[in-house]
């Protein structure tokens, strides 16, 4: 059984020198109950994620390539709009590689990097463009801006 273990944060986009060459993704989700169920298209590739409740920062997780043409056609008949667009840049800092998403559309100016430990245990040093940690906040779960679009946020300005 997979599991990921995960760290989210807030990003400062001007604390950061240059970005590497990003990826393109579009996802979306398929209403289930006690599971959650992602159809990525990343680039030329497409996959079904299903994941599990969270335990603290730990949960299930299982993925599986499947045909782009099979994920379009999920992507516009099984998943609830809207469908989640971003970049995903990757940062290498300090053995650790740092998912960095500029997110477009009803997200767009939510900037937030994600970070994949091998134990919840783990020592982590944050990048210096690193603002907050929101890991905790559920509304920062990529399935919960599809209902809660960060655009309808009660919020100050997200510096970036």
């Known amino acids: 059984?997979?599991?990921?273990?995960?760290?989210?944060?807030?990003?400062?986009?001007?604390?950061?020198?240059?970005?590497?060459?990003?990826?393109?993704?579009?996802?979306?989700?398929?209403?289930?109950q006690d599971v959650t169920v992602?159809?990525?298209?990343?680039?030329?590739?497409?996959?079904?994620?299903?994941?599990?409740?969270?335990?603290?920062i730990t949960r299930s997780e299982f993925e599986y390539s499947i045909p782009i043409n099979d994920a379009k056609a999920m992507l516009e008949e099984l998943c609830t709009p809207p469908i989640i667009e971003k970049t995903r840049h990757k940062?290498?800092?300090e053995d650790h590689i740092w998912e960095l998403d500029i997110f477009k559309g009803d997200n767009g100016g939510l900037v937030m990097a994600e970070v994949e430990l091998k134990s919840e245990n783990e020592t982590l040093?944050?990048?210096?463009?690193?603002?907050?940690?929101?890991?905790?906040?559920?509304?920062?779960f990529n399935a919960n801006l599809r209902i809660n679009p960060y655009m309808n946020w009660d919020k100050a300005p997200q510096p970036h």
């Not at 040093?125 to 920062?140: A, N």
């Open 1 to 32: 059984m997979g599991k990921e273990i995960e760290r989210k944060f807030l990003v400062n986009l001007s604390l950061l020198n240059n970005l590497p060459e990003g990826s393109e993704i579009k996802q979306g989700y398929i209403p289930a």
């Open 38 to 56: 992602r159809i990525r298209i990343m680039d030329n590739k497409a996959y079904l994620t299903l994941k599990g409740k969270s335990k603290g």
């Open 91 to 93: 940062i290498n800092f």
């Open 125 to 140: 040093r944050v990048p210096p463009w690193v603002t907050k940690e929101v890991s905790g906040d559920r509304r920062y």
